[in-house]
């Protein structure tokens, strides 16, 4: 069977010939979780302003944004209460969230209108794809990635999102002394980060007692870190700026 990729059902191959980095194993299965009203409203109403699309290819973020704030990026944003929440707190930086779960994107647009939030876009798509051919290397000031899926099974680990090359993906798309920030509730998943970002050259580690750095004020506590908290995980947060 060929494989079609998930918004142009376009064979991987056309695809790739056209120019566009298309992505095989994936870090997400997609979930066609149904959308509540206000979801498939505030889609439909926001998304013109809110939405971002891959393939309007690199974005020009002055442009964008009409203003040269730092731009912080967050992979993975689940249903966004965090990142709408950080984006409130902080008018002075402008925020894009990727996430490839509808339900979520809509319950994230939907929220940042409610509380007001206009330094927020966001894209519905694999962050992957996103970073390969809408992202601007040496443009973002932060990257966020909040308890990524861990997949357990070590048989399912080449589908985990970190590896060393998207770290160093990740890498390039950080200005010079921007900050690659990761927290997870799974412990080994947490080991295996740390272990590329030390093998990727180019990273100093922030913390300064050991691998890991105490959760930031700025990081509002997760709907998954809560979870975690009541089965009893432990978290790790990580920072690595980039040197060079
Ligand atoms: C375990 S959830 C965590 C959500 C949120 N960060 C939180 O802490 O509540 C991981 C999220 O990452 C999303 N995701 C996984 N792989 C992705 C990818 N390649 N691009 C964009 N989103 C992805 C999933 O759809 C899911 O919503």
């Known amino acids: 069977m060929v494989e079609k990729t998930e918004n142009t059902h376009k ?4 695809a790739e010939k056209e120019g566009k980095y298309i992505r095989k194993v ?3 299965v997609k979930r066609e979780g149904r959308l509540t009203k206000g979801q498939a409203n505030a889609l439909e109403q926001f998304w013109p ?3 971002l699309n891959h393939l309007d290819g690199m974005i020009d973020f002055a442009h964008l944004f009409n203003n040269s704030n730092p731009i912080i990026l967050e992979i993975g944003f689940g249903m966004g209460k965090s990142l709408v929440e950080m984006a409130k707190n902080a008018p002075e930086l402008n925020f894009v969230g990727v ?3 509808r339900p979520g994107v809509g319950a994230c647009i939907s929220l ?3 509380e007001g939030v206009h330094n927020l876009k966001v894209f519905e798509h694999d962050a992957i794809e996103v970073l390969a051919d809408c992202i601007p290397n040496g443009s973002l000031t932060t990257v966020q990635l909040f308890f990524p899926d861990p997949w357990h099974k070590k048989k399912h680990h080449k589908r ?4 060393l090359e998207f770290v160093e993906t990740i890498r390039q798309k950080l200005k010079v002394g921007g900050v690659f920030h990761m927290a997870t509730d799974w412990e080994n998943y947490a080991e295996c980060m740390i272990e590329d970002m030390n093998s990727a050259p180019g990273y100093k580690n922030l913390a300064t007692d050991g691998d ?3 959760r930031p004020d700025s990081r509002p506590l997760t709907k998954f870190e809560n979870r975690g908290h009541n089965l009893g ?3 790790w947060d990580i920072q690595f700026k980039r040197q060079d």
């Open 160 to 163: 985990r999102i970190v590896s």
């Open 99 to 101: 996430e490839v779960h």
């Open 112 to 114: 940042a209108d409610e």
């Open 26 to 28: 994936r870090s997400f």
């Open 49 to 51: 302003t809110m939405g």
């Open 11 to 14: 064979s991987i191959e056309e």
């Open 212 to 214: 890991f750095v105490p």
């Open 233 to 235: 995980h432990g978290v």
